[in-house]
């Protein structure tokens, strides 16, 4: 059996859990996702937990086995309490602002680069600590549009200039060798 499979996912006060055949549609007080899954995983509401079984121990059906539970999991975790992702701005004369809803991004171009927010995602910025905050309740929709942002203006390995995630390593160069 998959190890992550096999494990139940539990669902919190303030979840709904609709399951019909391998659709399933998760409600709670961040937003609703659905979503269906291939037909041969079966999904089963048991209690307070969702469960979910293969009907074989073919390869495929162990990965999807896992991808499976992963995903419902991540579902109810977003419903529930959200997703982040942390950006960091790093460069002289480069930043993030607000605008309404929108992030604008100073980050060394002639033109300021707007980023408005999709639905059910939010942004934040600090001045201050130079960071951009992606919140949404879809992990796969904050992590795209995180994705886009850093995008924008990638971490530069000479300079240490450019958008990175909080807490990534860039590797630096050293440049011309000539140079001292």
């Known amino acids: 059996m998959s190890r992550i499979g096999r494990l139940p996912v539990a669902i919190p006060k303030g979840v709904e859990v609709h399951v019909k055949g391998t659709h399933v549609r998760v409600k709670g007080p961040k937003g609703m996702l659905e979503h269906t899954f291939p037909a041969d995983m079966q999904i089963a509401l048991e209690g307070d937990s969702l469960k979910v079984r293969r009907p074989t121990d073919e390869r495929e059906h162990r990965a999807l086995h896992g991808m499976t539970r992963a995903i419902i999991n991540n579902m109810v975790v977003g419903v ?76 530069e390995p000479y300079h240490d200039k450019g958008i990175k995630y909080l807490g990534e390593r860039v590797r630096h160069k050293a440049g011309k060798a000539g140079k001292v």
């Not at 939010?122 to 951009?132: C, V």
């Open 80 to 155: 529930s309490n959200g997703f982040e992702k942390v950006l960091e701005v790093n460069g002289v004369g480069y930043r993030a602002e607000l605008d309404g809803k929108n992030l604008v991004l100073y980050v060394g171009y002639s033109h300021p680069v707007v980023v408005p927010p999709p639905e059910g995602i939010s942004f934040e910025a600090d001045p201050k600590s130079r960071q951009i905050k992606i919140k949404g309740y879809d992990k796969q929709v904050v992590g795209q549009v995180a994705a886009d942002i850093r995008k924008v203006r990638p971490p």
